[in-house]
């Protein structure tokens, strides 16, 4: 009997973990917010729910792809090693921007978070066509 090609992956399930675990108080984030404010669809004006929103938003737009990338390269063969740094970067990446999004934290934390996200999809490309055409 063949194994599942979902059991044979032990690095990419970590950080589909650690992501979403971060989804949720993004995602509580907006979600009480506009009980409290009785926001009930888009930002009503309010600067707060537009960070808020964007904040949340911004994870969504980003995560997803970079996520199906690292699932595909540990599928064709990633070592271990370089499927953790790129994870823990996208991790780090996405909450530092996060932080500075939304203004949690220093507004340096949005470029920073920015840049460790965007390599993570300038390392994976470039390594999947690498591994396509060799």
Known sequence: METPALALLSVTPIYVGLLGLLWIPFT?????YRVKTK????????PEMLL?????G?????VPLALIMLLVMELVGAGDTLLHILGALLVAGRLLHY???TELGPFACRPVGQVATLSVYLVSSLWLIYSALA
């Open 28 to 32: 509580l984030r907006v979600g009480l």
């Open 39 to 46: 926001i009930n669809l888009g930002d009503g004006d309010d």
């Open 52 to 56: 808020r929103m964007r904040g949340h």
């Open 58 to 62: 911004n994870f969504i737009e980003s």
């Open 99 to 101: 932080v500075g999004i």
